[in-house]
Every structure is written in structure tokens, then in C-alpha cells.
């Protein structure tokens, strides 16, 4: 699976932003997905994901913020960011999960596949 992110960009406190991730060469539709970020000088931190049966889980930190969702017809999962703040700067990444196991999905390991990144910088 390929996995392109893309939609990322600069964007002033309290704005927000639609982030994509498409697949190619194989179906989302067995997978989970997730999103991170990962800021500089720091460990790629889990944002939300969402299961094949299109459930969803968030981050605290973002709870309430951002929403995920699926188009498995298109291929693409979305992420969509609203009051977005200077702390949300960082690279964005898709990544699928084959795993069974949902109260897992906040773990890297669990993600077999990642896209390349996209950033997304917020200034206050």
C-alpha cells in the first residue's frame, strides 16, 4: 500500500484545515486507520483513527477538534482540523493498521503502512 498525504499548509490560530490521505495499490477497506504528527524534537504522537467499521477514536488533545472519516470508495481517509492552534504545528501522517485489535490503534507498531507527510504550521 502507498499512502500519499496531502492538504496540509499554514494557517493563522482558530482557522482550520482538511487534511487527505489516499491509497493506492491496495483497498483501505481491510484496513484501520490512523493519523499522527509528529512536531520537531519530538516522538511521532498518535491524533485519532478510525476502524474499519468506521469508528472512531481521538487524542485528548485534539478531542472535540478534529474528526476523522473514511470514503473507501475513493480510497481516502480524511482528517478535518478546526481551531487549530500553534501547538498543532507539526508533519502530519496517515498510516493503516491491519491489526484486530482497536484499543490498540494509538501505538505506531500497530501500523504497517505510512504516507510521506504533510505539514501543517499554525501561527498565533
Known amino acids: 500500500v502507498q499512502l500519499q498525504a496531502f492538504g496540509g499548509g499554514s494557517v493563522q490560530a482558530g482557522g482550520s484545515l482538511r487534511l487527505s490521505c489516499t491509497a493506492s495499490?491496495?483497498?483501505?477497506?481491510?484496513?484501520?486507520m490512523g493519523w499522527f504528527r509528529q512536531a520537531p524534537g519530538k516522538e511521532r504522537e498518535f491524533m485519532g483513527a478510525?476502524?474499519?467499521?468506521?469508528?472512531?477514536y481521538y487524542a485528548d488533545s485534539v478531542k472535540g477538534r478534529f474528526t476523522i472519516s473514511r470514503d473507501n470508495a475513493k480510497n481516502t481517509v480524511y482528517l478535518q482540523m478546526i481551531s487549530l492552534k500553534p501547538e498543532d504545528t507539526a508533519v502530519y501522517y496517515c498510516?493503516?493498521?491491519?491489526?484486530?485489535?482497536?484499543?490498540?490503534?494509538?501505538?505506531?507498531?500497530?501500523?504497517?503502512?505510512w504516507g510521506q507527510g504533510t505539514l501543517v504550521t499554525v501561527s498565533s
Open positions: 495499490g491496495r483497498s483501505i477497506v481491510n484496513y484501520h
Open positions: 478510525i476502524a474499519r467499521s468506521r469508528s472512531t
Open positions: 498510516g493503516t493498521s491491519p491489526g484486530l485489535i482497536i484499543s490498540s490503534l494509538h501505538l505506531k507498531d500497530q501500523y504497517n503502512y
